[in-house]
């Protein structure tokens, strides 16, 4: 029940590709469709018209010139058809596929940014996600290539056991042999097949992941001073010997399936015509050489038109559930629609509030009844040990996820009431794990802001400036307009740790908006340039709402109010002052970390005066 189910599904799935191509193109469709038919009726003209004709105005005594104008006219139609699919094959379908590219990336990366961010985290998700993505422009375009050779493959399939059997019934008969190979064997090859692959998928991962690790600049340093090209080696050796262990243990069965599907396919059915025509010419004379010249060809013909066929048919199946993946990424109704279109927040922010939320990811608390009140234009610090809920909280924040318990109100509204794109574009965030793109400082910085060209330099210049990395890029080659990465340009620049981290704080303060969030803006920055950066945010943001989060309660002494977290919940609240007079946790760490920091310095000193 399940496999029929299967196979019912595949069939939706690769009438959904037509409907989905045809809308998006449909001009190169109706070119596929041509171009099937053609391809199968040339072989049906052939083999049940043309040898008969021929061979039948030989026996006739018609007169050599009639015959060279018939073939005359067979050479030009073929000649055209085949102009036709040179001009389908080398113009129609590469710009097709380049519109169909467009169209359909367009679509998948709309549809990809919209997803939430939960989709990214589950495994089943994002393995389809990367299977619709992958070559899914070709794939889609081989789909419903695919289907049309099943509907015309089948037509001419049936219209060739009609010229058969009208020639000689018996002779059908023949045609079971390439069906039995194709339908029977090659499915168990395919069967075959898949088992290798998947035994043979973890140690292709292997081999993968090694041959990555090897291009990557990212371990050249590793590799180079330590040991562990060794053990790589070792590794690689280990998954190729697997590789290898894994073809032998199905070599048997592969050959042996593989040379009954060529003697099913082509030899007995060739041989045993020929043994048929040679009884019934030879034998009991009921058959005339040029009966069976005729029937071989058509018998030739009709094996190409079925193999064309059960291969399409097979191709379809494994393409639906290419399409399967797609299909179900493109029809998945995101939890948080990006395109929502609620009430305009404005931009004036009197309060956010967290009222009694709670959240678990996949089952597990990560926040408790967490009640907090980040009021407009003040400074709110966020702190605590790792896995407290610091980010967690941003993201709810964000709206990349939703409360499972409670709300977040915006100026006493929950925030689920706001049109999600004018509500986000309310914050300027800076996230500890930001990637660079390899683009322009100056598009890192403006991350594609519509900014007018004359105020885009200044605006850019300046947040370099406030976060500290404006000599620098001013030091490179084209300024703000070098390069970021050496991925498309070799003369690319690439930046140190804390270089990258000031160019990422440079976004937001880049960013005209009200609410100006920094998570961990300074992780990769020394004491004095810590100090810098969160002097120029305080300074840079006296208008904005400001929430940051940091490890380094230093840097945290002039937020108007500091939460402490741990375990989800707001364990300690209060300004600097206050929270050091409870001498609860907070002093505790704050005190802790003070003391590694003289004892560092006292270290230096002693280092320097050695």
């Given amino acids: 029940m399940a496999e029929k189910e299967k196979k019912v599904n595949s069939v939706k799935n690769n009438f959904y590709a037509l409907a989905l191509v045809w809308k998006m193109c449909p001009g190169p469709v109706i070119s596929m469709a041509v171009a099937r038919l053609l391809s199968y009726f040339g072989w049906l003209f052939y083999s049940a018209f043309f040898m008969r004709y021929v061979i039948n105005a ?6 050599f010139q009639s015959i060279m104008i018939f073939i005359g006219i067979t050479i030009a139609v073929f000649a055209t058809m085949a102009l036709y699919n040179s001009f389908i094959q080398g113009y129609v379908t590469p710009v097709a596929n380049a519109t169909l590219n467009k169209k359909l990336y367009q679509k998948l990366f709309k549809k990809s940014r919209n997803v939430e ?3 990214f985290e589950n495994s089943d998700f994002y393995d ?5 993505m992958k070559n899914a422009d070709t794939r889609l375009y081989e789909t419903v290539d695919q289907l049309f050779s099943v509907f015309f493959g089948f037509i001419a399939s049936i219209f060739a056991f009609i010229f058969m059997f009208q020639v000689d019934g018996f002779s059908v008969l023949f045609i079971l042999f390439p069906i039995i190979g194709n339908f029977i064997f090659r499915r168990m090859i395919n069967h075959i097949e898949y088992k290798r692959q998947k035994d043979m998928a973890p140690h292709n991962r292997r081999i993968d992941y090694i041959n990555r690790i090897m291009y990557l ?12 090209f060794n053990l790589l080696k070792r590794q690689y050796t280990d998954a190729i010997t697997g590789v290898a262990a894994v073809c032998k243990k199905y070599i048997m069965k592969s050959v042996g399936l593989h040379w009954l599907w060529v ?42 038109i079925l193999i064309g066929f059960t291969d399409s048919v097979t191709a379809s199946f494994k393409n639906g559930l290419f399409v399967e993946y797609l299909r179900s990424f493109l029809e998945y109704e995101e939890k948080i629609p990006e395109d929502y279109d ?3 927040p404005g931009t004036e922010i009197d309060s956010i509030e967290f009222r009694n939320v709670g959240f678990a990811y996949k089952d597990v608390p990560v926040l408790k009844n967490l009640n907090m009140k980040f009021e407009g234009k003040k400074t709110y610090a966020l702190v605590g040990h790792n896995g407290a809920g610091k980010s967690t909280i941003i993201k709810l924040l964000l709206r990349f996820y939703d409360p499972t318990e409670g709300e977040i109100l915006l100026n006493g509204r929950n925030i689920k009431e706001y049109n999600l794109q004018k509500y986000r574009a309310l914050f300027a965030t800076a996230f500890q794990d930001n990637r660079m793109f390899s683009m322009s400082v100056a598009d890192n910085v403006t991350l594609g802001e519509d900014i007018p060209p004359e ?9 370099l400036k406030l976060s500290g990395v404006y000599e620098k890029v001013m030091s490179l080659p084209d300024g703000i307009n070098t390069t970021l990465t050496r991925e498309f340009d070799d003369n690319g620049a690439v930046l140190s740790g804390g270089e990258f981290q000031k160019i990422v704080v440079s976004r937001a303060f880049a960013r005209r908006c009200p609410i100006k969030v920094f998570d961990e803006p300074s992780s990769a920055l020394d004491p004095i340039a810590e100090y810098k950066l969160f002097d120029n945010i305080l300074k840079a943001c006296q208008e904005n709402t400001l929430l940051f989060i940091s490890h380094r309660l230093s840097s ?9 977290l741990e375990n989800g919940e707001v364990l300690e609240e209060g300004t600097h002052r206050e929270l050091m007079a409870r001498r609860g946790l907070y002093a505790d760490m704050y005190q802790k970390q003070a003391e590694n920091y003289l004892a560092d310095k006292t270290k230096q000193t002693e280092g320097i005066w050695a």
């Fill in 58 to 63: 030989l026996q006739s005594g018609e007169t």
């Fill in 117 to 119: 961010l939960e989709c």
């Fill in 128 to 132: 389809k996600y990367t299977l619709a």
């Fill in 217 to 228: 600049k990212d371990y050249a340093k590793e590799i180079r001073l330590t040991n562990i």
């Fill in 263 to 304: 003697m099913f396919t082509f030899s007995f059915i060739f041989e045993g015509l020929l043994v048929y025509g040679a009884y019934r010419t030879l034998v009991s004379e009921t058959m005339t050489l040029a009966q069976l010249a005729v029937i071989t060809s058509m018998m030739v013909s009709t094996t190409w």
């Fill in 342 to 344: 609620g009430a305009d």
């Fill in 455 to 463: 105020e885009r330099e200044k605006i850019v210049t300046d947040a």
């Fill in 556 to 564: 945290v002494q002039n937020a108007d109010h500091v939460f402490l």
